[in-house]
């Protein structure tokens, strides 16, 4: 009886990506924007600005950040990490005061938070947003990158 053989599962077009390399400016043929929570997983495909299929398959060592580079096996190509837009709610108060007790009270709650001198920036959350205003804080939703802080352990996650 004559049986049909099995095919291996084919990469073709994907390009895995396996190291991080030194960026050098204006260097890297592609870009792959990911999202601050896709920058924690090293595994898994993804896609670059392009439409080009990509396969991380990377060393499970520190975030991966806006401007960092990979690149394959044979270091033929280089990708530019980016961060792609996410919606955002941009958090902005009376007072530094008013400011430092939001950003307590999201810390407290494990939000992850990007924290600039006059604003805070958080992804977008209805039941977030609503403690926030009875606080009295002034919100704007946008559309973004977002950098959260790395927190009080830096690099340490658990993933």
């Not at 008013?98 to 407290?108: C, I, K, R, S």
């Amino acid at each position: 009886m004559w049986m049909k053989p099995v095919e291996k599962p084919s990469n073709d077009g994907v390009i895995i990506l396996e190291q991080r390399i030194e960026a050098r400016a204006s260097d890297a043929a592609l870009q792959l924007p990911l999202t601050a929570e896709q920058r924690l997983v090293f595994r898994g495909r993804r896609q670059t600005r392009c439409g080009r299929v990509v396969l991380l398959q990377l060393p499970r060592r520190g975030v991966l950040r806006p401007g960092e580079q990979l690149t394959d096996a044979a270091q033929s190509l280089r990708v530019e990490v980016t961060a792609a837009p996410e919606a955002l709610l941009k958090v902005m108060a009376d007072s530094p005061l008013a400011l430092l007790q939001a950003a307590y009270h999201l810390g407290n709650r494990h939000v992850a938070l990007e924290v600039h001198d006059r604003e805070l920036l958080l992804l977008n959350d209805a039941v977030l947003s609503r403690m926030l205003e009875g606080r009295g804080l002034r919100l704007t939703r946008c559309m973004g990158p977002f950098a959260p802080e790395a927190g009080a352990y830096g690099e340490h996650q658990h993933r």
